[in-house]
C-alpha cells in the first residue's frame, strides 16, 4: 500500500500566492508524516503554472531529507526532466501523458505522438539517472473536449508504455469524469496483465463521489493512491472549474476500514494538517 501526498496539486492552481518559506514549512512537515512518496513541486514554465516557480529554492530550503518518503517532481518536457534529475533528492519524474489530443496540446504544447516520443527519451534519461518515472495517464476516464475516448484507447497506451519498460503507470481522473464502473474495467484488465508495472491511481471527485472511486480501484488491486490533505487541488490547465483532489482524512478513513492504514506519525500528521489549514485559506 503506498500513498502519495500531493501538495503541489493542491498549491498549483491556488488563488493565493504561497510564499516559498510557506511551502518549505509545509513540505517539511509532510516528510515526517510517513507517506511512501510527496509529489512536491514541478519543473514547468512558471508562465504556466506560476505558483510552482519557486520549486528548486523550496527543494534547497528543505531540511528533512533524507526521511522516509521519496519526492516526486512532475515534469512536462525533457528540458524540466534534465533540470529535476540533476537533483539526488529527487526518485521520481511523474510525466503527464494525456490521451485527450486536446489537453496534451493545451498541457504540454504538444501531439500525443510527440508526447511518446518525448516519455521515451524522458525514460532513457531517468535510467541514466537513476531515477524513475512515473507516467500519469490524463484525462484517463474522458475528456471535456469532445476529444475520442473509451478503455480500448486506454488500454492501448499501457500497452505502449509498458513496451518502454516504464514502472509506475497512474490512471488520472484529470476532471472528475471517472465512473465506478469504468475505474472496476480498467483496473481489473490492467494489473493482472503487468506484473511489472505498479498502478496507480490519481483521482479528482467532489466530495460526495471519492469513496465510490477509491473502492472500484481498490477491489480491483489498486494499492497507490494520489490524494492531498482537505482534498484541495486540480489541474488549473484542465478547465475554469477545479475539481479537488481525494481528501488524505477521508482516504485514511477509507484504508482504516480495509484493515490497512499505513503507519504514518500522528504527531506530525496533525502538526501538517494544522498549517494546511493556514496555508489553504478560502
Known amino acids: 500500500m503506498k500513498l502519495i501526498e500531493c501538495p503541489r496539486d493542491a498549491m498549483q492552481g491556488w488563488h493565493r500566492h504561497i510564499a516559498t518559506v510557506e511551502k518549505i514549512a509545509y513540505l517539511d512537515a509532510l516528510l515526517q508524516v510517513g507517506f511512501d512518496t510527496l509529489d512536491f513541486g514541478s519543473f514547468v514554465s512558471p508562465k504556466a503554472i506560476p505558483q510552482m516557480a519557486d520549486t528548486q529554492a523550496v527543494l534547497a530550503g528543505l531540511t528533512q531529507l533524507p526521511g522516509r518518503s521519496k519526492l516526486l517532481a512532475i515534469v512536462a518536457n525533457l528540458r ?68 475520442p475516448y473509451n478503455t480500448d484507447i486506454v488500454l492501448q497506451w499501457v500497452s505502449e508504455l509498458a513496451a518502454l519498460e516504464i514502472p509506475i503507470i497512474s490512471l488520472a481522473d484529470t476532471v472528475g469524469l471517472a465512473d465506478p464502473p469504468t475505474i472496476s474495467y480498467l483496473y481489473k484488465a490492467l494489473v493482472p496483465a503487468y506484473p511489472a508495472v505498479e498502478f496507480g491511481a490519481h483521482f479528482h471527485a467532489a466530495p460526495h463521489q471519492w469513496e465510490e472511486k477509491v473502492r472500484a480501484a481498490w477491489d480491483q488491486g489498486c494499492r497507490r493512491f494520489d490524494s492531498a490533505i482537505k482534498g484541495i487541488g486540480g489541474c488549473p490547465m484542465a478547465k475554469d472549474e477545479l475539481v479537488g483532489n481525494i481528501a488524505t482524512e477521508n482516504l485514511l478513513d477509507f484504508l482504516a476500514r480495509q484493515r490497512a492504514k499505513p503507519a504514518l506519525d500522528k504527531v506530525a500528521w496533525e502538526k501538517a494538517y494544522r498549517l494546511a489549514e493556514k496555508i489553504f485559506v478560502p
Do not use: W
Open 80 to 147: 524540466g526532466a534534465e533540470e529535476a534529475v540533476m537533483h539526488d533528492a529527487i526518485r521520481y519524474l511523474g510525466f503527464p501523458f494525456s490521451i485527450s489530443e486536446t489537453f496534451q496540446l493545451r498541457n504540454a504544447n504538444k501531439t500525443i505522438a510527440a508526447s511518446m516520443e518525448e516519455v521515451q527519451t524522458i525514460q532513457e534519461l531517468c535510467i541514466k539517472n537513476n531515477k524513475q518515472l512515473v507516467i500519469y495517464i490524463s484525462m484517463g476516464f474522458g475528456n471535456p473536449y469532445g476529444d
